[in-house]
Nanobody, 122 residues
């Protein structure tokens, strides 16, 4: 199965932008739907965004809609989460996830990266 490594997290001021990357290895990335989730201290993991294996269809949590953009470059075996207009409540550990085609609809992802920290200062 594919292995995932996130990068791009860091400290940003409220209103700023960050782009997270998710590098995939081990299997053909174009065979996998992909998602981003986040977990803030003391809270459960929550869905942020998902994209189909082809990269054509996307879906977002209401809390990030219009501010975040998920994308997938299968030629580079990399997924992205472009985050803009960041708010302090966006601070969390962000995880990318992947699984077989169809998981885009169920969000029941089974393959996870190690996470990358995003901190937003007010």
């Amino acid at each position: 199965q594919v292995q995932l490594v996130e990068s791009g997290g860091g400290l940003v001021q409220a209103g700023g932008s960050l782009r997270l990357s998710c590098a995939a290895s081990g299997r053909t990335f174009s065979d996998y739907d992909m998602g981003w989730f986040r977990q803030a201290p003391g809270k459960g993991r929550e869905f942020v965004a998902a994209v189909t294996a082809s990269g054509v269809a996307t879906r977002y949590a209401d809390s990030v809609k219009g501010r975040f953009t998920i994308s997938k470059n299968n030629a580079k075996n990399t997924g992205y989460l472009q985050m803009s207009s960041l708010k302090p409540e966006d601070a969390a550990v962000y995880y990318c996830a992947a699984d077989r085609i169809g998981t885009y609809y169920t969000l029941d992802f089974g393959i996870w990266g190690q996470g990358t920290q995003v901190t937003v200062s007010s």
